[in-house]
Nanobody
Framework: QVQLVESGGGLVQAAGSLRLSCATS????????MAWFRQAPGKEREFVAG????????YYADSVKGRFAISRDNARNTMYLQMNSLIPEDTAVYYC?????????????????WGQGTQVTVSS
């Protein structure tokens, strides 16, 4: 049974930082592209960042480039998202996702497995 469990969300003031984690079980983690998506109220789920199975390549949405950093620890089957310089527009539920292909894709429909999400709220 595949499980992806996000943690680390919360309430933070603008310009603050948070670090999200995505702990996985039941899948060959080191073989999967991993990604973070987010969904704000009334909006569609959008790609935030992705990382290749080896961790050597990453890709970011323009809206978070230079502020967020995605990483993974294949020994711990865990992915991370370091979020710095947070702004109110970053408020959303953040989801981690896994895709068995080797390229980072930005469409949510491409991903095989999803976590339940963690709420991030940035106050102004």
């Amino acid at each position: 049974q595949v499980q992806l469990v996000e943690s680390g969300g919360g309430l933070v003031q603008a310009a603050g930082s948070l670090r999200l984690s995505c702990a996985t079980s039941g899948l060959a983690f080191s073989s999967y592209v991993m990604a973070w998506f987010r969904q704000a109220p009334g909006k569609e789920r959008e790609f935030v960042a992705g990382i290749t199975p080896s961790g050597h390549r990453t890709y970011y949405a323009d809206s978070v480039k230079g502020r967020f950093a995605i990483s993974r620890d294949n020994a711990r089957n865990t992915m991370y998202l370091q979020m710095n310089s947070l702004i109110p527009e970053d408020t959303a539920v953040y989801y981690c996702a896994a895709d068995a292909r080797i390229r980072i894709l930005v469409g949510a429909e491409e991903y095989d497995y999803w976590g339940q999400g963690t709420q991030v709220t940035v106050s102004s």
